[in-house]
């Protein structure tokens, strides 16, 4: 199990990265299906038991994220605990 949690995940679609939003108040079933349908994780449920196993179903964040090509879900799982969403910057004029 621990094995295929670390392993390599897919490529991206394209580019080198998957832009996928996990909106706030989703679950861990949602949040693995989100993965799912981005391409980013190949089995949800993998993904699911993995997030119990480590005690971190909690501690996702939600927000927008570059998950890289071939992250593992273990990568994956990290990326949504430190909460590294992509930033945009927005400029308001003045007036």
Known sequence: MYAGFAAPGPAA????ETVV???SGT????VAQTLAHAGVVLKPELFKI????????????????AIPSHASMHAIMDIL???????????????
């Open 50 to 65: 993995g997030v119990r196993l480590y005690g971190k179903t909690s501690a996702l964040k939600a927000g927008e994220y």
């Open 81 to 95: 605990i430190a909460g590294r969403s992509i930033e945009h910057k927005l400029t308001v004029a003045e007036g």
């Open 13 to 16: 679609a394209q580019g080198s």
């Open 27 to 30: 679950g861990l079933p949602g």
């Open 21 to 23: 939003l996990i909106k």
